[in-house]
């Protein structure tokens, strides 16, 4: 199975803030990746597929980007709406894994 | 409106069943994988089975493969999973998604959740 790491598992940021968060994979997933966004209660978001493609509707100041084994979700001038849990999930073959998650909190 | 609604959530003693549905509105279901994954209270995401838009190809987490079986009828637009032999740490909310049209294994569209609690 393919694993999924991410760091850090929580950050502490203010408003405006720039936020990178790191997700591994074990072995080479090209990219083949994804990232979620989820608010607490809530189901999760799509908010990047193929390492770097942002989803319809997602704001710009979310980038993706990496290839092979390291990846990174950058999030720039952080707004109120975005202190949520991030995910990063490998699509590269099944087993689907997921890294443990990234909380962004308010500082 | 895209739209996916679990059911079928609730309190099971550990060794019983239940079986989760997922009803799909405002797509065509049939062109479209499935996927229901897992939330454990506090935890993180647990993708636990995927089905394709014909059925004909069928995968399992090891956590699940013998125990839960999931299937679909493109005709009532509806997602099944069944659970039998649950365990304790079945404890989760399991939401339905859909797989992303282009990009297989991304997915794009999820329901809100059906909460399953295993106790006894």
């Known amino acids: 199975d393919i694993q999924m790491t991410q760091s850090p598992s929580s950050v502490s940021a203010s408003v405006g803030d720039r936020v990178t968060i790191t997700c591994r994979a074990s072995q080479g997933i090209a990219d083949w990746l994804a990232w979620y966004q989820q608010k607490p209660g809530k189901a999760p978001k799509l908010l990047i597929s193929?390492?770097?493609t942002l989803q319809s509707g997602v704001p710009s100041r979310f980038s993706g980007s990496g290839s092979g084994t390291e990846f990174t979700l950058t999030i720039s001038n952080l707004q109120p709406e975005d202190f949520a849990t991030y995910y990063c999930?490998?699509?590269?073959?099944?087993?689907?894994?997921f890294g443990g998650g990234t909380k962004v909190e308010l500082k | 409106e895209v739209q996916l609604v679990e059911s079928g959530g609730g309190l099971v003693q550990p060794g019983g069943s239940l079986r989760l549905s997922c009803t799909a509105s405002?797509?065509?279901?049939?062109?479209?994988?499935m996927k229901w994954v897992r939330q454990a209270p506090g935890k993180g995401l647990e993708w636990i089975s995927y089905?394709?838009?014909?059925?004909?190809?069928?995968h399992y987490a090891d956590s699940v493969r013998g125990r839960f079986s999931i299937s679909r009828d493109n005709v009532k637009n509806s997602l099944d999973l069944q659970m039998n032999s649950l365990r304790d740490e079945d404890t989760a909310v399991y939401y339905c998604?859909?797989?992303?049209?282009?990009?297989?294994?991304?997915?794009?569209?999820w329901g809100k959740g059906t909460t399953v609690t295993v106790s006894s």
């Open positions: 193929v390492a770097s």
């Open positions: 998604a859909r797989d992303h049209y282009d990009l297989p294994y991304y997915m794009d569209v």
């Open positions: 089905i394709s838009g014909s059925s004909g190809t069928i």
């Open positions: 999930q490998q699509a590269n073959r099944f087993p689907l894994t």
């Open positions: 405002g797509f065509t279901f049939s062109s479209y994988s």
